[in-house]
């Protein structure tokens, strides 16, 4: 299995375009959030439904997580805490929406993959999960490690 590093070394490779680099700083956050509110969505079994919080969004987050511990301990708390706010965003947005919030997720994927493949056009290569669909994981690892190398937390 490749590093964590490795993964993000390859998906950088269709990712160098300025333009392309800025609809995805936009749109991968949004996908995900948008992931994690569909699975939020889905009805639990009943054996589920002893919390709250037990549901098919924080088993995903959970999963994820684990694919996350590969790209170290920095990526790996980042997408923790990132998860997470994208968890109480959903839990209150269900709350207050006036409309389900599956409609809300599904507005912002459409428009989110809208941005995805106009970058990937101005970029000239396809989307890096075409070839693998860990990749749709590896995106939001790769803006993670770019802000924790700006900031100087990994090198």
Known sequence: MRSG???IAEYSESHRNPTNKLLHWICVPA???TVIAFLWSIPV???????PWLNWATVFVVLAQLFYLT???AIFLTMLIVSLLMLMFTAWLEQVA???LWSIALVV???AWIGQF???HIEGKKPSFFKDLLFLLVGPAW???YFLRKIRIIS
């Not at 079994?45 to 919390?51: G, I």
């Open 98 to 100: 006036p409309v389900p």
């Open 71 to 73: 790209f170290g301990f």
């Open 143 to 145: 803006e993670a490690n």
């Open 109 to 111: 994927f459409i428009a």
């Open 31 to 33: 996908i995900m959030w």
């Open 5 to 7: 590093q490795e993964w």
């Open 118 to 120: 106009v970058g990937h």
């Open 45 to 51: 079994p009943e054996a589920m439904q002893f919390h």
